[in-house]
């Protein structure tokens, strides 16, 4: 099992600090807006893999398209860079082709390369491989989301319709729904991640996304960890569990 994490990081870069035009306090609220804050601890298993990006999606968002075409969020100045905040506002001054391709090169490639190299490792050794795509969501959806759906479920499970079988999807809904949690499929979230080289071409590639909402776990307007974050943890370690379960 790999587990993907992309936006766990709150880590803004000192040497890109000065392409963010937004009041410092304000950056401050997008950062806790934006990031699926310590989804890299919620989300662990000892058998895993873990592929976790090390900077802000601020600076660079690694689940989405480079080209922009390609990218529904682009439409919102959510492409790959982001140009605008959650809220619509400008969010960075305008960045050179050279400042962009600095970016992908340090960041999103080598991710995607990680990743791709941990896929195939463990198609080598094991003959399939499960990608568990890791995020958390905040309790209200942001103007940025497509789907405004309100109240939110507990969990949202994102699928591919080539990549996630319908047998793995019931083994998520019921290791949710059994712990007492709400759940839908493909809201208000959809999709899950899978390497361009693997996509709608290898059924030994399987992925799922699980999103968490966020107040099951953290205060979202301090960012702090709430008293439920080990009971939390704990859920999305019997769901890890089950998904490998046969
Ligand atoms: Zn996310």
Redesign the pocket.
């Known amino acids: 099992m790999i587990l993907h994490i ?2 766990a990081s709150q880590n803004i870069l000192v040497d890109f600090k000065d392409v963010f035009i937004l009041d410092p306090d304000v950056l401050k609220t997008e950062l806790l807006r934006m990031t ?1 804050a310590y ?1 890299d601890e919620l989300y662990d298993h000892p058998s895993a893999a873990r592929i976790i990006f090390p900077i802000s ?1 601020l600076i660079v968002d690694p ?1 989405r398209f480079v080209v922009d075409d390609e990218e529904p969020m682009s439409a919102m100045g959510m492409g790959v860079i982001y140009t605008k905040t959650s809220h619509g506002d400008v969010l960075k001054r305008e960045m050179t082709s050279g400042e962009r391709r600095e970016l992908l090169d340090r960041f999103y490639y080598p991710h995607h390369k990680a990743l791709r190299e941990a896929v195939q490792s463990e198609l080598f050794s094991e003959g399939s491989v499960l990608i568990v795509d890791c ?3 905040p309790s209200r959806p942001l103007p940025c989301d497509m789907d405004q759906m309100y109240p939110r479920p507990d969990f949202c499970i994102g699928t591919d319709p080539f990549h996630t079988s319908a047998e793995l999807l019931n083994k998520a809904l019921a290791a949710i729904r059994e712990q007492g949690y709400s759940v839908m499929v493909d809201r208000p979230y959809s999709g899950t991640i899978v390497p361009i080289e693997e996509y709608r071409k290898n059924k030994a590639v399987s992925s799922i996304m699980i ?1 968490v909402r966020r107040d099951l776990y953290m205060d979202e307007a301090t960012g702090a960890k709430n008293k439920n974050f080990d009971k939390t943890r704990n859920v999305i370690a019997e769901l890890l569990k089950a998904l490998l379960s046969s």
């Open positions: 992309p936006h699926d989804t999606r689940e995020h958390s969501f999103e």
